[in-house]
C-alpha cells in the first residue's frame, strides 16, 4: 500500500511539471542537425537530457563528421535546423538566398595556425615559401587567407596551400607533407601534447544556428521553444562540464579532460545561476560579426554572389 501512495504522489508531482504546452500546444517536431566540431556539445547535451523536449519539441539529432554534407541535407529539407560556423552558411546562403534564418549565436571554440616542434617559424610571415595545409572552404580557410593579406602576403604566391580533409591535419604535419596546418579544436590540444607541435597564431571559431525559412513560417512556435532549449544546454554545459564532457567525449572518442579544458575558451560556459541570463538570441555583436564575414567571403572569393545583409537574415 506505501510503495501504491509513493508512486501516486510521484506521477501527481510529474504531472504539476509539466511543461505549459502539454496541456493546449502539442509538441513541434524539429530535426536537428550538428558537426564534429566543439559545438556539437550543445546538442548532445540536448539529447541525453531531453532538454528539447521539456521545451515542446518532439526532436530528432542527426550527427554529421563534416560541414557539407549537413548543409546538403538543410538544403533537401532532410533537417529543419544546424548547429554550425560562419563558413557553411555563407555558402549556403550565397547559392540559396532566403532559404535560412540565423536564429542564434551560440558562442566560439578556436582553431590554430601549428608548426612541428623543431620549427624556427614564429609568425605567419615565416612560412613564406612553405607548404600549409588547411581544409579549403572552411571558417579556417578563410581566415587563414585574411591573416595572409594583412601580413602582406599572397595566398597564391607567397605560400602553397594545401587542401587537406580535417581527420587527415595531423599526419599531414606529423609526416611533414607540410611546414604548417590549420586545426581546430579539440584536435589542438591534442597535437600539442602527443607531438609538440606549436601554435603561431589563433583565431576565434564563431559558432551559430540557422533554421530553414519554410520551417520557421510553418511552425513559427519552434523559435522560442529552441532558443530555450540552447539556452538550457549551455547552461548545464557551463554548471556540469564534467559530465557534458564525458557525454561529448564518448561521441567525438576524446578524452572528457580535453573537452573540459578546451570548453573554458568559450564565454558561454562561464557558470551562471539562471539560464535566461544566456544570451543565444541575435545581439547587434552577432550582427555585426556575421555582416564582416559575409563581406570577406565574397571579397576573398570564397563565395561568388554578395549576401545581401538585412532584417530577412535574422531572427529576432
Not at 547552461?235 to 573554458?264: C, M, T
Not at 554572389?305 to 532584417?311: E, L, R, S
Amino acid at each position: 500500500m506505501q510503495q501504491v501512495r509513493v508512486i501516486s504522489i510521484a506521477l501527481l508531482l510529474g504531472m504539476f511539471s509539466m511543461p505549459a504546452f502539454a496541456a493546449g500546444n502539442p509538441p513541434v517536431k524539429l530535426r536537428i542537425a550538428y558537426p564534429s566540431g566543439m559545438n556539437g556539445q550543445i546538442p548532445v547535451v540536448m539529447e541525453k537530457l531531453g532538454i528539447a523536449e521539456k521545451h515542446g519539441i518532439d526532436a530528432e539529432y542527426v550527427f554529421f563528421q563534416y560541414g557539407p554534407p549537413m548543409m546538403e541535407a538543410l538544403a533537401s529539407g532532410h533537417v529543419d535546423a544546424i548547429i554550425t560556423s560562419l563558413m557553411p552558411v555563407s555558402t549556403f546562403l550565397s547559392r540559396q538566398p532566403d532559404a535560412a534564418v540565423i536564429v542564434a549565436g551560440l558562442g566560439q571554440s578556436s582553431y590554430s595556425l601549428m608548426v612541428p616542434k623543431d620549427s624556427p617559424a614564429k609568425d605567419i610571415k615565416a612560412l613564406r615559401g612553405k607548404r600549409i595545409a588547411v581544409s579549403f572552404n572552411s571558417d579556417s580557410h578563410l581566415d587563414l587567407m585574411r591573416t595572409l593579406k594583412a601580413a602582406g602576403m599572397d595566398s597564391k604566391n607567397d605560400v602553397q596551400l594545401l587542401n587537406v580533409q580535417p581527420n587527415e591535419l595531423v599526419l599531414t604535419l606529423t609526416e611533414k607533407f607540410a611546414e604548417a596546418i590549420v586545426i581546430r579544436q579539440p584536435q589542438v590540444l591534442k597535437v600539442q601534447e602527443q607531438f609538440g607541435a606549436k601554435i603561431i597564431h589563433t583565431w576565434p571559431f564563431n559558432f551559430l544556428s540557422i533554421m530553414r525559412t519554410e520551417y520557421l513560417a510553418q511552425n513559427p512556435a519552434a523559435l522560442p521553444r529552441y532558443r530555450a532549449s540552447l539556452r538550457e544546454a549551455i547552461h548545464y554545459i557551463a554548471n556540469n562540464k564534467e559530465q557534458a564532457s564525458v557525454w561529448f567525449g564518448e561521441k567525438l572518442r576524446v578524452d572528457p579532460e580535453i573537452v573540459r579544458r578546451v570548453s573554458a575558451d568559450d564565454p558561454n560556459y562561464r557558470p551562471v545561476k539562471n539560464p535566461a541570463e544566456i544570451m543565444v538570441g541575435i545581439s547587434p555583436g552577432t550582427e555585426k560579426m556575421v555582416g564582416d564575414w559575409f563581406e570577406s567571403s565574397y571579397e576573398h572569393g570564397m563565395i561568388k554572389t554578395k549576401i545581401a545583409i538585412d532584417d530577412k537574415l535574422f531572427a529576432r
